[in-house]
């Protein structure tokens, strides 16, 4: 008996589409091998150790009109910081228009919506929910803190000289606009209170939330990460600084713990003392517990820098 051929480039590796497979000339004697899995009509999957979510999502996008990854996949493709509750459950989300049947297919959670042009992007030729409605579709599942986290990160202005981009992925005018777009939407009141509260200039998911916890507890709202002049030329870019009482704040993540890093955090320390500023550095178990250690040690800081509570 004849073995079947193997499969052309890149259908070896990658989930395909019989479309595609009949444009790639691939017969169905060999679409009809076991080593080809049917997770459901119309698409089939090689046996391979891993493959990336973009390219296990794509032929769903394909396979069906009008069809885009969205919510908890879009969320993760999208790599937002942040908790969205059930994003780890092995199922792929699809969204169509809501002029059109919802997807209903074995692993795929199906949803329906209005979309404007602009809200289906191309990413990695994926079609997908652009990064501000897929974090308004998020918003019914995510606390108030954790889409404020998104928010920063899709505010945030990047660091040309370590990224491949200058703008934001969006204003905060983008996110007002998607907001006002769809009134009423599920989740809606939680993501207009984030947008309150977010701010430009956290750098990471635990800037956000080390911010949003100093301000639940009552402290004064920080500046984030600007350029500091410490006399002498020396510039320094704390997370966080309170300038009117020289405090500032550094959240050392796990990269902090290599040597390297180690010697370049004592001299950031020893620039601030010079110059006159408490230092307050916080780390991972400082941020337990609501970040009860995190706030202490910043209120015993500025209260011996002269604050008070009002």
């Known amino acids: 008996m004849k073995v079947p051929s193997a499969l052309p480039h890149p259908w070896a590796r990658l989930p395909f589409t019989l479309k595609e497979a009949a444009d790639a000339g691939i017969t169905q004697r060999r679409l009809r091998h076991q080593g080809l899995e049917r997770p459901t009509r119309g698409i089939r999957v090689p046996e391979v150790e891993e493959c990336p979510l973009d390219r296990s999502i794509r032929p769903y996008t394909l396979v069906t009109e009008f ?38 297919r074995p692993g795929v959670k199906g949803h329906r919506g209005q979309f404007f042009a602009d809200e289906i992007v191309t990413h990695n030729g994926l079609l ?50 998607m907001l006002d777009r769809h ?20 750098d990471s998911a635990p800037e956000t939330r080390l911010r949003l916890a100093l301000e639940y507890a009552g402290l004064p709202e920080p500046q984030l990460n600007v350029p500091t002049e410490l006399g002498a030329g020396v510039v320094r870019q704390p997370d966080l600084a309170y300038p009117e009482h020289r405090v500032a704040v550094e959240y050392d993540g796990e990269g902090h713990s290599e040597v390297a890093q180690i010697v370049k955090d004592i001299a950031r320390e020893e620039d601030f003392a010079r110059a006159g500023w408490l230092p307050v550095r916080i780390s991972k178990r400082h941020m337990k517990n609501e970040a009860r250690a995190a706030v202490a040690k910043v209120r015993i800081a500025l209260q011996s820098r002269g604050w008070s509570p009002k």
Request: hydrophobic share 40%; charged share 30%.
């Open 128 to 177: 997908i929910t652009s990064r501000t409605r897929t974090w308004l579709d998020c918003s019914r599942k995510m606390s108030i803190e954790e889409l404020t986290v998104v928010a920063d990160h899709l505010l945030r202005v990047p660091r040309p000289d370590f990224e491949a981009r200058s703008d934001p992925f969006a204003t905060k005018e983008d996110l007002e606009d």
């Open 183 to 202: 009134k009423g939407t599920p989740g809606i009141r939680k993501a207009r209170f984030a947008l309150e509260q977010a701010r430009v200039g956290a």
């Open 67 to 104: 069809a885009a990854a969205s919510h908890a996949s879009a969320f993760l493709l999208w790599e937002f910081p942040g908790f969205l509750p059930g994003s780890d459950e092995q199922l792929i989300h699809i969204s169509r228009p809501d002029s059109v049947a919802i997807m209903r």
